[in-house]
């Protein structure tokens, strides 16, 4: 029995060998392509922004309608902060867009008057803005290039002050309406979150304006010229897939 074994056993080792010979070699198999993932800049979306601005006031004056000249110019400057939302539609690497802005605002400048000098102080500010503007971008993968264009409309008060006392002469406030063009760069730097920076030029119409005493009383009509710059940075959060598979 055990030279039956010990032939068994070199029967099988010389066996293997020329087995494994006869086996077929496994077939190559060709790695999958490999997959690109690329940014998609379609839907919803909504997001916070703050910066800065600057609106250059021109007031020239104007009692009964006609006009005795210039009475300075002068920058309102200071911050802004707010937010915006908007719809975006992507076609290959075009994208277009609606968005809506509010922003409060602390722009804020004066001047001493021209035609009364030493007499009135001239001031401007602007509490609040909004921009109501169309799209057009273009994207390489998650950064985007857009420029934008619609309406724009500023929440304001005009203020002259007697320049020895400080004491108030006249005021008005008005809600006025013009437009805006502007330009951003926009990064998607994770799913669904973009951040960009923004800059936007606001073309607002001439006004009339009367300022009026505490008491009602007229003190002046002045005709005012207004345009306004704005660089903000912006936050945004998308409601839509952020990546799209392309072999």
């Known amino acids: 029995?055990?030279?039956?074994?010990?032939?068994?056993?070199?029967?099988?080792?010389?066996?293997?060998?020329?087995?494994?010979?006869?086996?077929?070699?496994?077939?190559?198999?060709?790695?999958?392509?490999?997959?690109a993932?690329?940014?998609?800049?379609?839907?919803?979306?909504?997001?916070?922004?703050?910066?800065?601005?600057?609106?250059h006031n021109c007031w020239n004056q104007t009692p009964g309608g006609i006009s005795i000249g210039s009475d300075g110019c002068h920058d309102a400057t200071g911050g802004v902060a707010g937010g915006q939302i908007g719809y975006r539609w992507q076609s290959g690497t075009w994208v277009f867009g609606l968005e809506a802005q509010g922003d409060w605002a602390d722009l804020k400048g004066s001047n001493a008057s021209v035609i009364f000098p030493g007499l009135f102080t001239n001031q401007s500010k602007i509490d609040a803005f909004g921009l109501f503007t169309g799209q057009i971008g273009y994207a390489?993968?998650?950064?985007?290039?857009?420029?934008?264009?619609?309406?724009?409309?500023?929440?304001?008060?005009?203020?002259?002050?007697?320049?020895?006392?400080?004491?108030?002469?006249?005021?008005?406030?008005?809600?006025?309406?013009?437009?805006?063009?502007?330009?951003?760069?926009?990064f998607g730097f994770a799913p669904n979150w973009t951040a960009g920076l923004e800059y936007d030029h606001l073309f607002m119409q001439d006004n009339t304006y009367n300022l009026v005493t505490p008491t009602g009383a007229l003190n002046s009509t002045i005709r005012e010229r207004q345009d306004v710059d704005l660089v903000t940075v912006r936050v945004n959060y998308r409601w839509g897939g952020p990546v799209v598979a392309r072999y």
């Open 140 to 186: 390489v993968n998650n950064t985007l290039l857009y420029v934008k264009g619609g309406a724009a409309l500023t929440d304001n008060r005009y203020s002259t002050y007697f320049t020895p006392t400080g004491v108030l002469a006249g005021r008005a406030s008005d809600t006025r309406w013009g437009g805006t063009v502007g330009a951003g760069v926009e």
């Open 1 to 35: 029995m055990k030279k039956f074994l010990l032939g068994t056993v070199a029967l099988i080792a010389f066996a293997a060998p020329a087995a494994a010979a006869d086996r077929a070699a496994r077939p190559y198999t060709k790695a999958p392509p490999m997959i």
């Open 37 to 55: 993932a690329v940014y998609d800049w379609s839907g919803f979306y909504i997001g916070a922004n703050g910066g800065w601005g600057s609106s």
